[in-house]
């Protein structure tokens, strides 16, 4: 709440703190609950219904289930023909998962997305915050193993 409160004290208009708010709500609970949107809404002196909107916009913002890591795979054009179908097979062997499912132990999630803004890179993914390029099997596990 403290961060929020920063957040929209930050901004001269309150609503413009709506992403910074909904990062901070992602990163604490690790996703957005649905009952957080009221709550924001009535902070950021908004109709509920556009601070839905926001939400819905954004790739970026999870509704539903919630897991400790967020797993971004770049399915835009240049990842597609770069080597994605590679990536994400290399993810569901390590993990054990398909994209939206969760981890038995909470820890991962793959979630596709469009376009990472990172396409000389492609193949890309993030892991929260983090960019990375896909280069082998064994790099990407090297790479999931520091996220605990
Ligand atoms: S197309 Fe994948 S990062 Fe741009």
């Given at each position: ?40 809404a009535?902070?950021?002196?908004l109709p509920?219904s556009q601070v839905e909107q926001v ?94």
């Open positions: 709440m403290e961060k929020l409160n920063e957040h929209v004290n930050y901004f001269p208009r309150k609503e413009q703190a709506i992403l910074m708010c909904l990062h901070t709500i992602q990163s604490y609970y690790g996703y957005i609950p649905p009952a957080s949107l009221r709550p924001l009535d902070m950021l002196e509920l939400v819905a916009f954004y790739d970026m913002f999870d509704r539903e289930t919630p897991a400790k890591h967020r797993i971004r795979v770049c399915v835009s054009i240049v990842c597609h023909f770069l080597g994605k179908a590679k990536l994400l097979r290399a993810l569901e062997k390590n993990l054990g998962i398909k994209p939206g499912q969760v981890t038995p132990d909470g820890r991962f999630k793959i979630v596709p997305a469009q376009c990472l803004g990172a396409c000389s890179e492609a193949p890309v993914f993030m892991v929260d915050e983090d960019t990375y390029k896909f280069e082998s099997e064994e790099d990407l596990n090297e790479i999931l193993s520091r996220y605990t």
